[in-house]
């Protein structure tokens, strides 16, 4: 039977001949798509949907086909400190990628600790409208860890969770308190693990290699405390944790252990912490600084290990753009943080050519994983849902240059590295938004 495409066919988009892989529905075969009304109306056996002469076309043969990618850890810098991204700026680079959902951490100025700063970004969004841009809102006011931001204003007011970002909640019985009265809002709590007192001035991981270059490091320990702490908080309000940033062996063997014990907590791996380890800055290479910083090759083996078996939930960029001058300093002054919208699909995608994922579990860690982290409904190519996609080319070598990148920012260590697989098409709403090819491999967004 053929299905033929008729009513609206002006706005209509057919995905042909690629091969869809969309974990949510266990898919992973050659399927073709219809796009219509901003949403998905047919997946069916190629050669079932039948194209009328007005409606757009895209051949997907030889490319993969997947629910448009999550991000759930950005810095879109907007407002206050619009120099280093805009949420304009921050978008395009974001569909670059192949993301359509990403969600941009409050560590703004102001703070986005209430509903002002949410509606503010979300108008922005919309105004660029070029991917869903979801924020997360403050957990404690001006994220001091001093008292509780007004979290049901935040989630009424589109907040798709909390988090103070780069401050951890050190106080245990506020971040007792955020759970519970979170879990009222129906908002997951997305923390960063760092016992200050441990770790306070730190620029690199702890190790023989912090001590010969006579630089303060951060011991595992400061963030495997806090994460043990949090399971516990979790266990005892049966509330869910998720835990940004994962860096550690040790970590990921704790949260094993906590959801063997069926404790509700999910954690993501950065791209760079899943393929850098600390010798990255042996020579004080500040585009290399970040935090979490780049670890062991043990905490790296451990990593990957966690990522494969699901331990570790998903991958999330922590896309944190800064101003080249922030980062030409002393390495003890440097900004922390690395771009991650253009970087990471490759990033990955490298861990399949080296067999450490799946291609399944690869594209799952990147869409459908990352959903489910923060309860979206995202990452999905099922019927009715809305249609976001990204269309891979896993064989388009390229090195990456200064002039692809689409964020304000170029604080990346990855800058001449070759790399393999690119988002060909990133689909928003069922219209392109991006895309990435031609002879010179020029990169370009649509609207």
Known sequence: MHYSITEHSEDALLIRGGRVIDPSQGISQEMDILCQGGRIKALELPGVLVAETDAEVVDASGLIVTPGLVD????????????????????RAAVAGGFTAIC???????????????????????????CDVLPIGA??????GEGLAPL?????????AFSDDGHPVANPALMRAAL???SMTGRVLTVHEEEKSLSDGFSMNESPLSIAMGLRGMPGAAEDIMISRDIELSRLTGQRVHFCHVSTARAVTLIRRAKEDGIPVTAEATPHNL???????RNYNTL????????SQVDLDALREGLATGVIDCVASDHAPHEMDSKRVEFSRASFGILGFQTTLPLVLKLVDQGVLTLERAIEAMTSAPSRCFGMNSGTLKKGSHANLTIIDLEKEYS???DMILSKSRNTPFLGNKFKGVAAYTIFNGKIVSVNGGENFALSWLR
């Open 400 to 402: 990456l240059e200064t």
């Open 180 to 182: 519970e009265y979170g």
């Open 104 to 130: 941009c951490m409050p560590n703004t100025k102001p703070v986005n600790d209430n509903a002002q700063v949410t509606k503010y970004i979300l108008e922005k969004a919309a105004e660029a409208g070029l």
């Open 288 to 295: 290399a600084k970040m935090s979490m910083p780049l670890r």
């Open 275 to 281: 393929t850098l380890t600390e010798e990255q800055v």
């Open 72 to 91: 759930i850890h950005t810095h879109l810098r907007e407002p206050g400190f619009e120099w280093k991204e805009t949420i304009l700026t921050g978008s």
């Open 152 to 160: 049901m204003e935040l989630a009424e007011a589109g907040c798709i």
């Open 139 to 144: 957990i404690s006011v001006g994220q001091k």
